[in-house]
């Protein structure tokens, strides 16, 4: 999709990776995100952040954002297979089309919405780039499935900003990623000087 004359293009956009990177597969908008921050170079409009699981504190991370893209597990129902991607829109999450995984982090994009409705500084427009999760246990590690996707969802964000002509291309060299959390023995990730 080419912006045309009439289309809105975002000045202040935000991407945003939600989830614990401590309960497995809750881990993958922070995974996602910082895929595509190393992958992916933005004019200065775009804010990239990993906020973990920030509740109603989200909201001041929203307020009055032209373009909001978060990263996210979500649950899409028993239909779809774990490490499944998918984009939703704001009324996907509003009615429950597609909840995001924990009830820490779900209340929290809901009711910071509704707060920025009343002041009226909603987002103009919201998506979720959005994972089935294998397992959310404590303590377990990323599953291989999402492991798999996040490159995609790394794709899928920059696809999401260009669609609406906002300045973003692949850097000629990658930036090692920061993936702190998945540097035990136990993850099924790469060593740190291979590709991730």
């Known amino acids: 999709?080419?912006?045309?004359?009439?289309?809105r293009i975002p000045r202040?956009?935000?991407?945003?990776?939600?989830?614990?990177?401590l309960m497995g597969d809750d881990g993958f908008g922070s995974l996602a995100v910082e895929k595509?921050?190393?992958?992916?170079?933005?004019?200065?409009?775009v804010e990239i952040l990993d906020l973990g699981t920030p509740g109603l504190d989200l909201a001041p991370y929203l307020y009055g954002k032209d373009l909001v893209i978060i990263a996210d597990a979500v649950d899409a129902g028993e239909e779809h297979k774990p490490g499944t991607l998918?984009?939703?829109?704001?009324s996907d999450i509003l009615t429950r089309r597609a909840p995001l995984r924990l009830t820490a982090h779900d209340p929290g994009l809901r009711e910071s919405l509704a707060q920025l409705r009343l002041v009226g500084h909603i987002p103009f427009e919201l998506l979720i780039v959005g994972v089935v999760p294998e397992s959310c246990a404590f303590g377990t590690v990323i599953s291989p499935c999402v492991l798999n996707s996040s490159s995609a969802a790394a794709d899928?964000?920059?696809?999401?900003?260009?669609?609406?002509?906002?300045d973003c291309k692949p850097r000629r060299t990658p930036v090692?990623?920061?993936l702190w959390w998945l540097s035990d023995r136990r993850s099924p990730v790469p060593q740190a000087n291979q590709s991730v």
């Open 176 to 178: 090692p990623p920061n």
């Open 156 to 166: 899928r964000l920059a696809s999401l900003l260009m669609e609406r002509g906002i």
């Open 86 to 90: 998918s984009t939703y829109c704001e």
């Open 12 to 21: 202040s956009v935000c991407v945003i990776g939600l989830g614990n990177v």
């Open 1 to 7: 999709m080419r912006p045309s004359e009439a289309q």
């Open 36 to 45: 595509f921050r190393c992958q992916y170079e933005c004019g200065a409009n």
